[in-house]
């Protein structure tokens, strides 16, 4: 027999629902891993197998649960079968993406904004399974894959020992705080010190209203929106990817297959994932091609506030319309930028965009950045708008050419939707607590336009 083959007795209870194995995929949770395949539509997902000596009740009971559980960032679990034999083959949702443990050996160190796009949504993954009454247990860089659609996936939910020590929700949370910090790079950021807090078991977590901190996995991820502003995920060029695959297979090893189909379900149905690339070359480079990755966006002092780069679109070149109707009160127009900047964001309208901002300046290069790796991400935001709570004049401004002002604004982000290239919503993400910025105002072709965005310190 074939020893990568899945074995007869458990080829044979995938192919009584509807399935036969295809290759073998490796290993995750020291169980053997095998892509499945539709007969009927060529969909496919993942069989994990169970020797019959590592079956138990209490890993059955788990097995159960997880079928009940669903998040945009959690692996799906199917369903358990039995075979003759005594094993159990558990069918899920089959990640197609690029392996973090891969990925941080090609990238050791990250920015920020990538980190919280890694971490953020990983949170909120594990806070649903807490919510179920599961853990993870064993949270590590095996654990995680990058999506094709950019999304941050948990996996290895299923595995052949139990940990010898009983795992809690809070080891889970500072397991992930520990592998975020362990990806920063060396600049000393509000992220690190959130990441690092939770690492060491401290509570990062902020009052909002009657809602006292839970010490849970939201509460990492909210911090974590509140540390920075995400941003998608580099990964690396096609170029690169293919170099360590060959280097790999120079080696003799068989390289660990990154590429994994996603069969994105709703929450009580099975999945219906489309076709898998055939070889490992062309998987890398689909990954490599989009070059990009989630768009986990919290963080309200960044999504309401101005940050970006100097763009290659004049202002001077935007609508006159937009120029004349700006009001010349620095707290109105600072309410009135922040309303235009949430619409062009949206409408992904760089020209629009850039009518907020000072042409060269750092809010501008900020903006552009931010919406051209939406573009590159092929994500866009459904819905944002920012609640502006209060804004207050820090310095009166004059209206010479040279005239500035700062404004001290305190705003909310509302819910909204992160969306993928065909409409898919790849996210929902919740109302944010208020947090504060100060503008930098300046006075330029006849109205107030953003030239930076500042933290407010109290």
């Given at each position: ?155 290895g939910l299923v595995r052949a020992q139990p940990p010898t020590v009983p795992p809690t929700p809070r080891a889970d949370v500072t397991a992930l705080a520990r592998l975020g ?169 760089e020209g629009a965009l850039n009518e907020v901002t000072v042409e060269g300046s750092p809010a501008r290069e900020q903006d552009l950045t931010f919406l051209h790796r939406l ?84």
């Open positions: 027999m074939d020893p990568g083959a899945l074995p007869p007795d458990a080829a044979a209870v995938v192919a009584s629902v509807g399935f036969q194995p295809r290759r073998r995929l490796g290993v995750m949770g020291g169980l053997g891993r095998w892509r499945v395949v539709s007969q009927h539509d060529e969909s496919s997902c993942t069989a994990l197998l169970l020797p019959a000596e590592v079956a138990s009740e209490e890993l059955d009971r788990r097995i159960e649960a997880l079928t009940t559980v669903r998040h945009a960032h959690l692996a799906a679990t199917y369903r358990s079968l039995r075979t003759k034999g005594g094993s159990r083959v558990v069918l899920g949702a089959e990640v197609d993406g690029l392996g973090l443990e891969l990925l941080r050996d090609l990238r050791p160190r990250w920015e920020p904004g990538e980190v919280v796009t890694l971490v953020a949504p990983l949170a909120d993954a594990l806070a649903c399974l807490h919510r179920n009454g599961l853990v993870h247990g064993a949270f590590d860089v095996h654990a995680v894959t990058i999506a094709f659609d950019g999304r941050p996936m948990l996996e910090l362990g990806l920063l790079d060396d600049v000393h950021s509000a992220v690190r010190d959130v990441l690092a807090a939770a690492a060491a078991g401290a509570s990062v977590a902020v009052a909002e209203g009657d809602r006292a901190p839970s010490g849970d996995a939201t509460d990492l991820a909210r911090a974590c929106e509140r540390a920075a502003m995400a941003l998608p995920i580099r990964l690396p060029s096609a170029e690169v990817l293919a170099a360590r695959v060959l280097s790999v297979r120079t080696a003799g090893a068989e390289p660990t297959p990154p590429g994994r189909r996603p069969a994105f379900t709703q929450a009580d149905v099975d999945p219906k994932p489309g076709r898998r690339r055939s070889t490992v070359i062309r998987s890398l480079a689909a990954i490599a091609g989009l070059s990009v990755a989630v768009l986990a966006l919290g963080q309200p002092a960044v999504r309401s506030a101005f940050a970006r780069t100097p763009g290659a679109t004049d202002p001077a070149a935007a609508t006159s319309a937009t120029a004349t109707s700006a009001p010349a009160d620095p707290v109105a127009a600072a309410r009135d930028l922040t309303r235009r900047r949430d619409a062009a964001i949206e409408d992904m309208d573009l590159d991400a092929g994500v866009r935001l459904d819905g944002l708008a920012t609640e502006v709570v209060e804004a207050v004049e820090m310095s009166g401004p004059s209206y010479s050419e040279s005239a500035s002002a700062r404004v001290l604004l305190t705003s909310r982000i509302g819910a909204h939707r992160e969306l993928g290239p065909g409409g898919q919503v790849l996210r929902e993400l919740p109302a944010s607590a208020a947090s504060q910025v100060v503008l930098d105002l300046t006075w330029t072709q006849s109205r107030w336009r953003v030239s930076a965005v500042e933290p407010a310190h109290p």
